[in-house]
């Protein structure tokens, strides 16, 4: 099949910008088509079939609008795919431009919201005092909360950081686990220490957690507990029980802020026990002070690769 035309740049020195170093832009684009696309001299060429090719040309169009204006990674260019495939563009440039940056990581690197979702779900954390985040895994649920929690103690807004999970046994027990308690239970906890690490790095964080500032605990462990000047962040919440999501609820103090995320759809209670997270959405829904942002497959921005085995595992 021959190549067709599909897009002339307007300015060649925007290339470098669109095709990425490596030219990794540009393989997201063909991997995600399964097509092939080259530039050659000014003018994109492919073999797409024309509704691919209307698609790519809206989405050229866009990245040539932000080459001069933002850092453009694979992330990018996959969002702007999905976003085009459901006609959801208009605006792009003005999200991607206006962006604020929460945090840093320790090597430098910022962290601020990839997604429109990501960016209401931001605000949200910001503007509320009880926020549940649901969603499939992958839309930075977690991640943001603790940049976010970071951030506010960073800033003196709280004292201490809470973060928890519920310690589902999945297919094993505790009990036969090696090791003690710590060391049985530090499995489940280790994508929060993981994300502590990239914004704190690993020394301060031990130190803030032996000073107490930074709690990290299963969901058994806030029983009794009140927390005041707290940011608290339950993670997983779809794998609480009833009685552990009222008990996590009802910890909530003054000056303090709780962000609860998980997804409904992947839980790992035993069969015919109902979970504690889609029971409080039920419960819970009409109170105006409790807010609840739903992320979509849109906001999941992986590989394209992964994307298509998924896809066909679902299929």
């Known amino acids: 099949m021959s190549l067709k035309p599909v897009y002339r740049l307007k300015d060649l020195k925007h290339a470098y910008a669109i095709l990425g170093l490596f030219d990794r832009n540009l393989e997201v684009m063909k991997t995600y088509f399964d097509i092939k696309l080259n530039l050659k001299e000014d003018l994109f060429v492919s073999n797409a079939p024309e509704d691919q090719i209307e698609i790519l040309k809206d989405v050229f169009t866009v990245l040539e609008e932000l080459a001069p204006k933002v850092e453009i990674g694979q992330r990018e260019v996959m969002y702007l795919l999905k976003l085009r495939e459901v006609n959801q563009l208009e605006g792009i440039t003005e999200f991607f431009v206006n962006r604020k940056v929460i945090l840093y990581q320790t090597n430098g690197k910022p962290i601020y919201a990839k997604t429109r979702t990501q960016a209401q779900y931001l605000k949200t954390i910001d503007k509320e005092e009880l926020i549940f985040g649901i969603g499939p895994a992958g ?45 049985k239970i530090d499995p489940y906890l280790r994508p929060l220490y993981d994300a502590l690490h990239d914004f704190l790095g690993a020394d301060t964080t031990n130190h803030l957690m032996e000073t107490g500032i930074i709690e990290i605990a299963p ?97």
Do not use: C, H
């Open 139 to 183: 839309t930075g649920k977690t991640y943001l909360a603790v940049a976010t929690a970071v951030s506010y103690l960073k800033q003196n807004k709280v004292k201490k950081l809470i973060l928890t999970r519920p310690a589902v046994e999945a297919g094993e027990y505790l009990g036969f686990l090696p090791g003690d308690l710590k060391e």
């Open 219 to 315: 969901l058994a462990y806030m029983r009794g507990k009140t927390l005041e000047n707290a940011f608290i962040i339950l993670d997983e919440a779809q794998n609480t029980t009833s009685s552990q999501m009222k008990m996590f609820l009802t910890r909530l103090g003054f000056s303090s802020k709780m962000v609860i995320t998980g997804d409904p759809s992947q839980v790992d209670l035993p069969k015919g026990q109902k979970s504690g997270l889609k029971e409080a959405l039920e419960i819970l829904t009409g109170i105006e002070a409790i807010k609840t942002v739903e992320f979509e497959r849109l906001d999941v921005v992986r590989n394209p690769l992964v994307q298509k085995i998924l896809e066909r595992y679902e299929d």
